[in-house]
């Protein structure tokens, strides 16, 4: 396709939903969506229901399963109307009433009874032992433990067995409410989905992407770029289930997911916030359709049409290093795990001294990889600095050749690895981030360890309730 065919529908900006991964928080996602499609249907005008409530989702794990949802509801349905109705009756679906945990927490009890000082509080105990009942009895619709436990052949230690659960039942229940494969197009202005997955073997990310790369086709490659060993995954026919259920394969709970005989583990191990991947697939898809030389080209006459690019660089030309043919991006950003814990009674930031605590607070700090657009946004700001500095050299040898050796002299070059001149590259920004706006789910003094695989009805309802809440005030 040609641009003039397809550049007079290019949005000057586009809405992207990030979803982290959480498990059973995952809830809170649907009551997030709920209240903002509400109010982006409150400010948009007329009642055009097929104009994409956001452009993108991406996600990792939970926040996959629930993209994919999403995303499908409006491929079938070709509206946004009654797809938050669709996510909520997908975790009514996955959800339990609490079982029987009477014989379980007895000793709790008696404890909670006498009014020991530090026991747990009873909705704290409800949710421990559901949980706990739920590793031995599976969730109906999510999970199931496999028996027996596979044995330890390598030590030959028989306390070391592998308890892994089943993921068919997840699987089964996410097909019930997604249609696959997912494949969409911009040219039919159809949302974008990006689920982000990790190689077990290549401790890389992985991100899968229901747009073409190219017309017809639709691949994710990965790896050695350099040495021409990349791995290229192909799904011509869109994203599918296995592509969902490899970014929420937990390690260790679940055996790999295999695509082409490659092994997946969860995406939230390396990126479950997928912000990165998303600015990657954005600018990646946008230099495509236009031509990475064009852009390259572009940057340059505007740099070059600069008397003194550094002393003439003000608030009035910082849209200039911006192309417009590349929309710019609005984030919306949706935190499961808070790494921040929650404030006592007498305002101070306390860390847990019992064992269940210490678990619930390592799993908040290893897995809220969140993300400081202020941060981001002065690196780029360095980033697009050093390349005008660079350009100054372009008709002059004498002064690129200083100018690189200061470079050279600054940059600690040996620790640039290929994971950090990918960064750089998303960086070297051809659009801007004009908003963000984070939702934030925070634990309340309830929280367990376990809260990932809380599946109570209970709990899920509130959860969804809760990130109705907090979408309110944002």
């Keep these: 396709m040609t641009t003039s065919s397809y550049r007079s529908s290019i949005p000057k900006v586009q809405r992207a939903l990030v979803l982290q991964g959480g498990g059973a928080l995952g809830a809170y996602q649907a009551g997030v969506f709920k209240s903002l499609y509400e109010k982006i249907k409150r400010n948009q005008s007329g009642d055009n229901n097929e104009v994409p409530i956001f452009d993108i989702i991406a996600g990792t794990s939970i926040g996959a399963i629930n993209g994919a949802i999403l995303v499908s509801f409006f491929l079938e349905n070709k509206t ?3 797809s938050a109705e669709r996510l909520e009756s997908f975790w009514n679906y996955l959800s339990m ?28 105990a409800r949710r421990y032992y559901s949980v706990k009942e739920f590793s031995k009895t599976g969730v109906k619709n999510v999970f199931g433990p496999i028996h027996p436990p596979k044995e330890d052949n390598r030590f030959y230690d028989p306390q070391n067995q592998w308890l ?59 790896g050695d770029y350099l040495s021409g060993k990349s791995i290229i995954i192909k799904y011509d026919e869109g994203i599918n289930i296995k592509h969902v259920i490899a970014s929420s394969t937990l390690p260790e709970v679940y055996a790999y997911e295999d695509i082409d005989g490659h ?8 990126s479950n916030t997928p912000i990165k991947e998303l600015l990657d697939a954005h600018k990646r898809f946008w230099e495509k359709r236009i031509g990475s030389e064009n852009l390259e080209k572009s940057f340059r006459r505007k740099i070059k049409s600069k008397v003194n690019p550094i002393n003439e660089y003000s608030k009035h030309h910082e849209d200039e290093q911006y192309d417009p043919r590349i929309p710019n991006l609005e984030l919306y950003v949706v935190n499961l795990l808070d790494p921040k814990e929650n ?38 700001d360095y980033v697009n600095l050093i390349e005008k500095l660079i350009s100054l050299g372009d008709n002059d040898q004498i002064i690129k050749e200083k100018i690189e050796r200061i470079l050279d002299d600054n940059t600690p070059r040996r620790f640039i690895t290929e994971e950090m001149k990918k960064n750089i590259d998303i960086l070297k920004s051809t659009f801007k981030i004009v908003k963000v706006v984070q939702i934030q ?7 367990i360890s376990g809260k990932l695989a809380d599946f109570t009805s209970e709990t899920i309802n509130k959860l969804m309730q809760d990130g109705y809440e907090d979408t309110l005030s944002k």
């Design 80 to 82: 946004w109307k009654g």
């Design 263 to 270: 092994k997946f583990w969860d995406g939230g191990l390396l």
């Design 97 to 124: 009433p609490t079982p029987q945990i009477s014989e379980a927490s007895k000793l709790w009890k008696t404890e909670y009874e006498k009014g020991t000082p530090h026991v747990a509080s009873e909705e704290s």
């Design 343 to 380: 404030n006592d009674k007498n305002g101070k930031n306390i860390v847990p001294e019992d064992f269940d605590g210490v678990k619930d607070r390592h799993i908040d700090i290893e897995m809220s990889d969140g993300y400081d657009a202020k941060t981001d946004g002065l690196y780029t």
């Design 164 to 222: 892994l659960f089943d993921n068919q039942p997840l699987r089964k229940s996410v097909e019930k409410f997604a249609k696959f494969p997912i494949a969409t197009s911009i040219d039919r202005e159809e949302p974008r989905l990006l689920v982000i997955s990790v190689d077990a073997a290549e401790g890389t990310t992985v991100t899968f992407d229901s747009y073409e790369s190219d017309i017809g086709k639709r691949e994710t490659e990965y």
């Design 441 to 447: 789910r925070k634990d309340d003094r309830d929280s």
